[in-house]
């Protein structure tokens, strides 16, 4: 099987500076540049990842290059990929560059040391580790490896140790491990792991059985002062993990905190809400996500009081226990400034929250609405839709539980407002 034939002398180079400066959009562009001058097709296909990568979903341009984007890969993917022909079973363009790759353990251990000279790869799914996951952690070209997915492998807690002894992780930038059957006591051997200081995202979902004591051990981990993204989503952790994960002097560079789908409950997003970490959270990213966390009106109104809710323009709370009350403390908040995109799906809400939403001038600012699945009549549905503050122009998606049907005079019974300390 013949390696990786280049089409331009240097494009070696190039490729090695982009594996030095990996974050960076520079090398890419200069590469584009080049590539441009030789009416390579790659040129284009570089700018427009790149420019996807950054462009937000509601860009009007977005729709043009991603169709752009999209008929390049279809031209010429065969081509740009050959030189992974029977390596790989699937491949990602990061960036406009050929930088993933999936494949089972046994290829990996056959021909990991061709792979990365075929291509720049920096991340490997593998699959069907199973008994194999001893030797693969001894394979040299494993250190060329900064993104190691193992999701879904069924590891258990002996996969982590075994994992935590390989002496070729230590350039390891993204560790997943979701979906593994993994307990606290997985996540105390890898607190004290010696090989990962390098590490920045670790992704542990769906695991099930982590806990308060797992992530204890995390955050006081002095081995994992690099990570910024945490994904404990589905697990079963409650408030006591949020007091770990929010103290100021443990997990200092920590940005990105995915907890959905655990029960922190009304005292877990209490402290969250007054914490330096959802500060640093809202500034990396916007977003809120807090579905199926055993939440209500009582944590609802923590969040409403929080100046950090005045960063926030998608809230979801999908899956909670918020009531009419917990809706009320939202809408009645002065935090409520940016809010463009909101979900409440699932949340015993009535036709009582219903007229508060239509009532509500934050209406105005919404792109996208979630009310479905709550126990809204025809009349709780109407009185939204009939509501002088939900512009149908301006709304993308409004998500609801009845068709549109023909207006119907409006109800007419309004809310009553909360007292001030209620």
Known sequence: MDRMTHLWPEEPEFLRRIQVRPADDAPRLIFAD?????????????RLQC??????????????????????????ETEWTNSLNG?????????GILECVSMSAESFIENGVELFKRAPIRRVRLFDVGSQLDAMMQMPHLAQVHELDLCGNDLGNGGVNILTRSPFLQNLEVLDLSYNDLSDTALQVLAGATNFGKLQALHLSDN?????AGVEALA???????????????????????RALIDPDLLPSLSSLVLNGNRIGDTGLALLSKSKLLGRMLQRSPKLDLRENAIGPIGMRAL?????????RNLDLSGNSIGDAGLDHLLDSANLKVLESLSVRMNRLTDEG??????????????????????????????IRSSPHFNWRLVLDAMMDIDMMPRAARPRRRRRRRQPGS
């Open 354 to 383: 219903a007229l508060a939403l239509a009532e509500s001038p934050h209406l105005e600012q919404m792109l996208h609405l979630d009310i479905r699945d709550n126990a809204f009549t025809s009349s709780g549905i109407e009185a």
């Open 208 to 212: 099930g059985h982590i806990g308060t």
């Open 34 to 46: 080049y590539l441009d001058e030789h009416s390579d097709s790659r040129g284009e296909f570089i």
């Open 220 to 242: 006081g981990s002095h081995r994992l002062q690099q990570l910024t993204t945490l994904d404990l989503s589905s697990n079963d952790l409650g408030d006591g993990a949020i």
């Open 51 to 76: 420019a996807l990568a950054y462009l937000s979903p509601n860009d009007p341009i977005r729709a043009e290059l991603a169709d752009r984007e999209t008929k390049l890969r279809e031209c010429h």
């Open 87 to 95: 390596l790989v079973n699937g491949w990602e363009f990061r960036r």
């Open 304 to 312: 409403a009081e929080s100046p950090l809710l005045a960063q926030v």
